[in-house]
C-alpha cells in the first residue's frame, strides 16, 4: 500500500521530443507527489509537485498530468533538451499518520540525445 | 546558503570496520532522514527523525545506526559494514513531516564502497 511504482526504469528521447515518465500509486491517503530531478554526482532536487485536487500542473517546459481515479501520475518533459538528461524520481506522502514519510519510485534515467 | 552537508564525499573500508558519515543541515528543519540509492531499487529510506532524540526506522535499517543529539546533525553509523551496503548514500531534511510543503532537501551523497 505505501508503494510507488515508476516506469520505465530508462529513457532516451531526441532533442527536441517529448518525454514523459509515469507513476502509480496505491495509498488513497497520499495527498502530495513530487517530483525530483538528479544530476551525475549531485543529491536530487524537488522539479514540480502537485496536489490531488489538480489535474495538471505546468512550470515551463515541465507538467505532472494527475489522474485520481487511476491514481497515477506523470511527468511530462515538452522540447526535450540535452541539459535535461537526469534521473528523475516520483513520490508520494500523505498528511497523516503513518503516510507523512515520502515514498519514492524506482527511478528513470532520462538521455536526451543531441 | 541553506544546504544539508554530508561527508565524506567517498569512502571504500573493509568488512566489520565501524564508520560514521555525518550529515549537518543549516535550515533549522525538524525533520531528516538517511536513504541509500540503488540501481534500480530508487531511493530506499534507511532510518529518519522527527526531532531531537526522536528516531524511528525506516524501510530498510538493518545494519545502520542513527542519532539525533541536536537539530542539525544526524549522523548514520554502520557499526559493522558489509559488502551489501555498498551503496550511495543521502541525508535530507525538510522542514515538516507530511504532506504539500515537505520539499525534501538532499545532500551531495556519500559513495560507500565495503569490501
Known amino acids: 500500500q505505501q508503494q510507488v511504482k515508476q516506469s520505465p526504469q530508462s529513457l532516451i528521447v531526441q532533442k527536441g521530443g517529448i518525454s514523459i515518465i509515469n507513476c502509480a500509486y496505491e495509498n488513497t491517503a ?3 507527489f513530487p517530483w525530483y530531478q538528479q544530476f551525475p554526482g549531485k543529491g536530487p532536487a524537488l522539479l514540480i509537485a502537485i496536489r490531488p485536487d489538480v489535474s495538471e500542473k505546468k512550470e515551463g517546459r515541465f507538467t505532472i498530468s494527475f489522474n485520481k481515479s487511476a491514481k497515477q501520475f506523470s511527468l511530462h518533459i515538452m522540447d526535450s533538451q540535452p541539459g535535461d538528461s537526469a534521473t528523475y524520481f516520483c513520490a508520494a506522502s500523505g498528511s497523516s ?3 507523512g514519510k515520502l ?9 536526451v540525445k543531441p | 546558503e541553506a544546504q544539508v552537508t ?4 567517498y569512502l571504500i573500508t573493509v568488512t566489520g570496520k565501524k564508520l560514521t558519515v ?5 535550515m533549522n528543519h525538524e525533520y531528516m532522514s538517511w536513504y541509500r540509492q540503488d540501481p534500480g531499487l530508487g531511493l530506499r529510506q534507511i532510518y529518519y527523525s522527527m526531532n531531537v532524540e526522536v528516531t ?20 548514520l553509523i554502520l557499526e559493522s559494514p558489509s559488502p551489501n551496503q555498498t551503496s550511495l548514500y543521502f541525508c535530507a531534511s525538510s522542514p515538516r513531516f507530511g504532506g504539500a510543503g515537505t ?3 538532499f545532500g551531495q ?3 560507500l564502497t565495503v569490501v
Do not use: M
Open chain 1, 30 to 32: 497520499f495527498d502530495y
Open chain 2, 22 to 26: 555525518t550529515c549537518s543541515q543549516n
Open chain 1, 103 to 111: 515514498i519514492f519510485g524506482q527511478g528513470t534515467t532520462l538521455q
Open chain 2, 103 to 105: 520539499e525534501a532537501f
Open chain 2, 6 to 9: 554530508q561527508n565524506p564525499r
Open chain 1, 97 to 99: 499518520g503513518n503516510t
Open chain 2, 56 to 75: 524511528d526506522k525506516g524501510d530498510v535499517p538493518e545494519g545502520y545506526k542513527v542519532s539525533r543529539k541536536e537539530k542539525r546533525n544526524f549522523p
Open chain 2, 109 to 111: 551523497g556519500t559513495r
